[in-house]
């Protein structure tokens, strides 16, 4: 079955024209989006599904959705707050939805075949669509037996400011067999470092695999997490704070044996506006790709 791609956008908003997942990065002005999209229907996407909240749809259609109409089916999903399993309501005082693990959730709603999952405003390369795409078209394949791309650390890195990155255990095999979250990321020239309130520092090769939220799934998944995220609102759900996280789903999945993830390793530089000065980098990043052939100068021109 021909892979589709869920891309989680409920936190993109209202108001359009102000969020940095719009922002123009390309000669014609086009969004880090642009780019996902158009990577996943070279690698044989052909129907994508927005996560979205549902009061949006109609703004999110016009603003985002049509621009991809001649290229890709397009389908909206929605994120809500008392979207739960029966017997659970939101507690008291919480006022958004419940994080990365529900949106793909949400998603299972539309799905209709394995799929890629992705953030709305990274920009991950073609390499990373295409080895995901080849990954979920292998005849054979468990339903439990998904995969993600990895990055190094050290190219994901802002030049601004810390980040945080989730780090893959990964065995001989290259099978993910954790995700332990860092946050408080930098580089620096002996290699990258994390430094703790305290004052105390942890440092790192910078060639450590992090997880960037790409990940290739099939359909098996959302009952999992149905069963996963219910679990966490037994533990959390009165919390108005806490968020039902993918990763933090996938990794207990790994951990009670209830899936396999490959770890497909990506030598391309991962790019990210998670400071406003990011922009300039992530632009130069993708006018070099333009003048290396790796996309065309007027983007959709040759979809």
Not at 15 to 21: A, I, S
Not at 54 to 66: K, Q, T
Not at 232 to 251: C, H, I, K, M, N
Request: proline residues 7%.
């Amino acid at each position: 079955m021909t892979p589709e791609l869920v891309i989680m956008a409920a936190g993109m908003g209202s108001r359009f024209g102000g969020l940095k997942q719009l922002e123009p990065v390309g000669p014609q002005g086009e969004k880090v989006l642009d780019y996902a999209l158009f990577d996943a229907r070279r690698a044989g996407v052909e129907r994508v599904v927005f996560v979205i909240r549902r009061e949006l749809e109609a703004e999110f259609h016009r603003e985002v959705g049509s621009r991809y109409h001649p290229w890709l089916e397009v389908a909206y999903a929605f994120q809500e707050l008392d979207q739960l399993p029966p017997g659970f309501r939101p507690p008291p005082g919480r006022t958004r939805p419940w994080g990365t693990g529900q949106a793909i959730l949400a998603a299972g709603t539309q799905v209709r075949a394995p799929f890629l999952a992705i953030n709305a405003d990274d920009f991950y390369g073609r390499r990373a669509f295409q080895a995901l795409t080849e990954f979920l078209a292998r005849p054979g394949a468990a339903p439990d037996a998904y995969a993600m791309v990895a990055f190094r650390m050290a190219n994901t890195l802002s030049e601004h400011g810390p980040v945080a990155r989730g780090i893959c255990q990964v065995d001989g095999a290259g099978l993910l067999r954790g995700l332990e979250e860092h946050t408080g990321l930098e580089a620096d020239a002996a290699g990258c470092r994390e430094r703790d309130p305290d004052g105390g520092e942890r440092r790192f090769t910078g060639q450590e695999p992090v997880s960037m939220n790409i990940w290739g799934f099939r359909p098996a998944l959302f009952a999992q997490l149905q069963e996963g995220f219910a679990d966490f609102l037994r533990g959390s759900g009165q919390d108005p704070r806490a968020e039902f996280y993918l990763s933090t789903a996938v990794d207990s999945l790994i951990r009670a044996g209830q899936a396999s993830v490959s770890v497909l390793a990506s030598e391309d530089r991962w790019c990210g506006v998670t400071y406003r000065e990011d922009k300039a980098t992530v632009a130069a990043r993708i006018r070099d790709l333009v003048q290396a052939g790796e996309y065309p100068p007027c983007l959709w021109s040759r979809a």
